[in-house]
Each structure stands twice: as structure tokens, then as C-alpha cells.
């Protein structure tokens, strides 16, 4: 089944210890992004990554890190974490940016620091 | 600036009635806009991608429709079932601008 899996879909932590939350697509997509959702903020993008060469900061970067070592693999790595990065975090994938393509969102991963 | 706005934020209407969810962006230089529904605390599934190119896209009692020159974007949902009760979406890529803009969602009551 063509899907974006995220994990975990439920963390709590401590303010300050070092997480990371995994995502990965089994669709061969280039396009991969960082999403945060809040109440009353909607839905913002983290970071963003066009191919394994290419990453980039999104509207909403600060306190976050993501790497793209593999085209499949986007993780989200979050080095000191503080109470204001407690949200919901999507990730998704797209065959590639731009005309006629959509996207495929992970099911999510709802983050607590505490 | 990309701003996407959805009306009305709320909407509650008994079941089998048919309605319609309105979506509205300022800047027309989109290459699509998809629609998304998200259950309650969970993830978002697509469920129609119209192309800056079409006016209609349709799958089975949804039907999006797409005005670029207006600005806007509607979701009708035919004969409404208390299972199509969530938020709905609506997401635009933009050109030059790497990311999806979301609107800012309407959740969707159906009564039974």
C-alpha cells in the first residue's frame, strides 16, 4: 500500500532531551515537508526538501532539524525541545513539486513536551 | 502572500441534505488545489486534486469545482451521511513557493 508512515504517533518528553520523529514513503516521491498543526493556527510547514540534494527552511523553522539521506527517509529531529513545539506534526510527500501532483500525508504524531 | 480562507468555519445539517463548503485564495497562480478531510486528531486524506487547468473533478458524492480567476473553490457533498462528519480542507501550491498554503478549514456536523 502506497503510504507516508510516521512514528511515533504519540511522544511525551521532558523540555531539553533530544527526539526525533521518523518518516518514510513508500512511493519513490521526491517532494517531502514538515508540517505543524495548532488550534487556531492551522497547519504551517517546518521545513521542506525538493530531492535528496536539495532542503529548505519553511515558515516555521526554528528548533527543528530535518536530514534527507535517502529519498524515502525525511526525519524530523527536534535537539532541544521546549514546550511551544507542542503540536501535531504531519509529514508528507509529493512526486514532485509543482503541475498536477498532489500529496500523501502521514497519519500524524502528536508531540508533548512537557 | 497566499491567503486561503474557507466559509463558513462551522456548518451542522441534517443527514441527506446536500451542501456545499466554500474555499477562497488571493493569489491565482496556483497549479492545483486539493481538497483533504481530517477526522479528529488525525491525519489528513485526500479527497479530490483539481488542476489549475479543470473546472470540475469528481468521485462518487463529492464533486470540486475550481474558479481560478475568482479566487475560489468548492467542495459539494451530495446526500450527506453522519459518516462524512469531520474538517475539511482545502490546499494550495503556489509557483515559486515551495510549500502547500491550507485554508483554514470547516468542520462538518452531519445530524441524524
Known amino acids: 500500500e502506497a503510504q507516508v508512515t510516521q512514528n511515533p504517533r504519540y511522544l511525551i518528553t521532558v523540555t531539553g532531551k533530544k527526539l526525533t520523529v521518523t518518516c518514510s514513503q513508500n512511493m519513490n516521491h521526491e517532494y517531502m515537508s514538515w508540517y505543524r498543526q495548532d488550534p487556531g493556527l492551522g497547519l504551517r510547514q517546518i521545513y521542506y526538501s525538493m530531492n535528496v540534494e536539495v532542503t529548505d527552511k519553511g515558515d516555521v523553522p526554528e528548533g527543528y532539524k530535518v536530514s534527507r539521506k535517502e529519498k524515502r527517509n525525511f526525519p524530523l529531529i527536534l535537539e532541544s525541545p521546549s514546550p511551544n513545539q507542542t503540536s501535531l506534526y504531519f509529514c508528507?510527500?509529493?512526486?514532485?513539486w509543482g503541475v498536477g501532483y498532489g500529496y500523501t500525508f502521514g497519519s500524524g504524531t502528536r508531540l508533548t513536551v512537557v | 502572500k497566499q491567503e486561503v480562507t474557507q466559509i463558513p468555519a462551522a456548518l451542522s445539517v441534517p443527514e441527506g441534505e446536500n451542501l456545499v463548503l466554500n474555499c477562497s485564495f488571493t493569489d491565482s497562480a496556483i497549479y492545483n488545489l486539493q481538497w483533504f478531510r481530517q477526522d479528529p486528531g488525525k491525519g489528513l486524506t485526500s479527497l479530490l486534486l483539481?488542476?489549475?487547468?479543470?473546472r470540475e473533478q469528481t468521485s462518487g458524492r463529492l464533486n470540486a469545482s475550481l474558479d481560478k480567476s475568482s479566487g475560489r473553490s468548492t467542495l459539494y457533498i451530495a446526500a450527506s451521511q453522519p459518516g462524512d462528519s469531520a474538517t475539511y480542507l482545502c490546499?494550495?501550491?503556489?509557483?515559486?513557493?515551495?510549500?502547500?498554503?491550507f485554508g483554514t478549514g470547516t468542520r462538518l456536523t452531519i445530524i441524524p
Open positions: 483539481i488542476q489549475s487547468s479543470q
Open positions: 508528507a510527500s509529493s512526486p514532485a
Open positions: 490546499a494550495v501550491p503556489n509557483f515559486g513557493n515551495e510549500k502547500l498554503t
